[in-house]
């Protein structure tokens, strides 16, 4: 089945860029996602990004994914510390029985 | 308000005991979703619905019953309840062939199983 990997933890101060890395091992996951999750929340849908683009840039945040090394990568600039959570990147493919399968996540601790 | 909505938001419940958690979602989707997150925040399918059939059925203990009674509702109901069972459950949906960013979920349901 598909395998989805993420670092676990990230540490950036206030007003620097955070980027978190994902790898899977799918090559027909078709749409790429990442979703936010605060301390006792559900689960926000950040963006997403089709298989076939290379980039997308909403805000402050930048994917950027490379298929041929099945890495999926969020930038988040200027980060802040509203942006700590673990952040999760998920995968998924067409069809009825699409699932998304989530990586690991990464915490992503904000410090002043 | 538009949304996928689960209840409760908590449970706790002793081991042994046979509980349901309900999940709705007015947004016309016609596929459903069940996910564990366990205590390490690994979010696991359980599994899923699209029009009220079972198409997805990942490997869980079978005290674990999904029931879906319409393509608005699914419920999840687990019998002989474990100290492992303890999670938060989330529900999801989302419409089958409209853009797949489309997978909307609930706040989720906190078990704990004393």
């Known amino acids: 089945g598909e395998d989805v990997e993420q670092s676990l933890f990230l540490s950036v101060r206030e007003g620097d860029s955070s980027v978190i890395n994902c790898t899977y091992t799918?090559?027909?996951?078709?749409?790429l996602y990442w979703y936010k999750q605060e301390p006792g929340a559900g689960l926000q849908l950040l963006t997403y990004i089709f298989s076939n683009m290379d980039m997308k840039q909403d805000q402050r945040l930048t994917v950027l994914l490379n298929k041929k090394d099945k890495h999926l990568s969020l930038r988040i600039a200027d980060t802040q510390t509203g942006d700590s959570a673990i952040y999760f990147c998920a995968v998924a493919y067409t069809g009825t029985a699409s699932k998304l399968t989530f990586g690991t996540g990464t915490r992503l601790q904000v410090t002043l | 308000d538009t949304a996928v909505s689960q209840t409760p938001k908590y449970l706790v419940t002793q081991m042994g005991n046979d509980k349901s958690i309900k999940c709705e979602q007015n947004?016309?989707?016609?596929?459903m979703y069940w996910y564990k997150q366990d205590s390490k925040k690994f979010l696991k399918i359980m599994f899923s619905y699209n029009n009220k059939e079972l198409i997805i059925n990942e490997t869980v203990p079978n005290r674990f019953s999904p029931k879906s009674p319409d393509k608005a509702h699914l419920n999840l109901h687990i019998n002989s309840l474990e100290l492992g069972d303890s999670a938060v459950y989330f529900c999801a949906s989302r419409l089958t062939g409209g853009t797949n960013y489309g997978y909307t979920f609930g706040s989720g349901t906190r078990l704990t199983v004393v």
């Open positions: 799918d090559s027909s996951s078709t749409y």
């Open positions: 947004l016309g989707h016609d596929t």
